[in-house]
């Protein structure tokens, strides 16, 4: 009998779906099941396409509340289809051009540059510091008037409902209660900005979401896609940290990645981080009419899960998919199909990622500042597989020399 894929990402995390691939002898499309329903997990370029297709998938409902609404929050943008999707989406993509995010990217290398004077001398703990500086530029990017300790109380939230959201013992109530705390707060910021109480800078996410783009969301709704413009900025720590990691253990780049001129070496690296490192285990839709991928039957109603990364490592589409090779990235634009850390396809017209260029700027940005920074990983290098999501061992403590 199949073991229920939900069951099996929670007991092995990110093993299971290379688990159950190998039990179906390596297939790029196999039945499974997902919370009790039949499901088709799909990977690599064609089943990219399937998945991204709208004629074929649709979200709504197929991410179950206990995680969507955790990470997402209830209402959000991810489980929207067709116009309602287009609108929300249309949204998210003002707010997120490339011209308002770069100075956020920007005030993140100064900021973390400034961080890492501190650090000099010291052991540090990467992922802390990354959520620290990441959350207070992000909250002052959006037009939020929170520094000091009430920013870094805030971004330690904002990274618990992340830590949460694969159901690890603890993180999972832990993650609620933030979630709970900071939907509250994410509503109380937007009724104020619209009762006139609160004056967020012109242009800024929170008028944006509040008066501009997204008047029309109700004050809850609103408050929850205000965080997720704020979560996911905070969630880079995850990836930043792998990336500080592998700067770490491929010590020949360091000298590559510094500089004004090494800007394309920079975000080649951060592509390959985000290839390799493990974060978004898989991507679930329904099935609206009826397909076939790799004489796999797809029905109306099925599960369709991508297998996100089964995808990034697919040897149809990479050579030495398993090895940490960053020149693969030099001078190519990723395929949108085969290159799916943060979604896959045309984000103005599906479902991925608006935040994946700032992601981008941002990763590049932090290896900029940890080129020039002399430090040695003095925690172990290991992660834990079977834990969504996952760090290295204590979020990577760093020596930093005086
Ligand atoms: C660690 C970095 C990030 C990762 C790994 C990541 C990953 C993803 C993935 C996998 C999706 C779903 C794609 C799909 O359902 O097809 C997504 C959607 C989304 N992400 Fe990100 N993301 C990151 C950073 C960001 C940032 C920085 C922002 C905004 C500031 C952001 C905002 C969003 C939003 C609003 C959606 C929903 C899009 C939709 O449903 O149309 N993300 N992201």
Redesign the pocket.
Known sequence: MTVDLSWALWRAGYRALPEERSAHAGAPAYPSRLVGRRAVVVRGRDGTRL??DPTVIQ?RGAIPPPLADLL?GRG?????DDEA?AE??AM?LQV?AAER?EPLALAIGTDLQRRARSWRGRDVQLHSELVEVYGAA?LAWAGIDCTGAQARRTSHHLAHIVDGFGGAGAAYPRGWAARIRADRWARRLVQSVRDGQRRPPPGSPLELIATGPGRDLDARTAGV?LL???R??V??A??ATFAALALAQHEQWRPLLRGDDASARRTAFGHEV?RTCP??PA?AGTARSTAEIHGERVEPGDLVV?D?PGTNHDAQAWTEPDEFLPERFADVEPDPYEF??????D?RT???????P??VR?LAETLRVLAEVDYAVVSSPSYDATRIPTLPARGLMVRVAP
Do not use: D, I, S
């Not at 959000?76 to 929207?80: E, I, K, R, T, Y």
């Not at 799916?340 to 396809?345: E, F, I, L, T």
């Not at 599906?350 to 994946?356: A, D, K």
């Open positions: 998945f991204y979200r997402f959000a943008v991810h489980g929207l999707h929300r989406k998210f997120l995010v992000v896609e997720n413009l704020l996911p900025t969630a880079v995850w990836p985000r974060f978004v991507l991508l996100v799916v850390p943060q979604g896959g396809g984000p599906g479902h991925r990622c608006p935040g994946e700032l992601t941002m």
